[in-house]
């Protein structure tokens, strides 16, 4: 749904100055969106399989189970990582378009940007703790709703390059 919005969003912006910008924002946010549901997905299999594997195994199995899972999850955690670090990546590039363009009201503009180097700085200052960034996926999705109730409110009148 991330990736429509955006996409619909960058359509709105097609015949205007701030595509420039815009679709490099949003195509590096949504490629990093794309990246974290891939690992995501890999982690939801780990784990339905796991379970399926370890149903009524002895506490000795699930332990070395769960021990033997490390190499293999340590490639897909970077995969997480570097998902969220190019989606905040996106999104600051998408709030110096909408800044410069005066697209959207500064204050939701800069929040686009304010939670783009959330985001790269939670994962790149504490890439082990990624429960960190939870708050920062919840704000995300409310920035959505805000960007969403802005747009259909204001209509959005972009001028275009003939204006």
């Known amino acids: ?3 429509m919005a955006l996409v619909a969003f960058g359509a709105v912006l097609m015949e205007t100055p701030a595509r420039v910008v815009a679709w490099p924002g949003i195509s590096v ?20 399989w796991g379970a399926v594997e370890m149903a009524g195994k002895p506490s000795e199995a699930l332990q070395d189970h769960v021990e033997a899972l ?14 969220r670090v190019f989606f905040g990546l996106g ?16 204050w939701l503009a800069l929040s686009t940007g304010l939670l783009g180097i959330a985001a790269m700085a939670l994962t790149m200052g504490l890439p082990d703790n990624l429960e960190y960034y939870l708050p920062v996926f919840h704000l995300n999705a409310l920035w959505f709703v805000a960007a969403g109730i802005v747009m259909g409110r204001s209509g959005l009148r972009i001028e275009t390059q003939e204006s």
């Open 1 to 3: 749904m991330t990736m």
């Open 29 to 48: 946010t949504a490629a990093g969106l794309l990246v974290s549901a891939l690992a995501g997905a890999f982690y939801y299999h780990h784990g339905a």
């Open 70 to 83: 490390r190499l293999d999850t340590e490639y897909v955690t970077c995969l997480v990582r570097f998902g």
């Open 91 to 106: 999104m600051t590039v998408l709030a110096l378009g909408l800044l410069k363009w005066d697209i959207l009201p500064n």
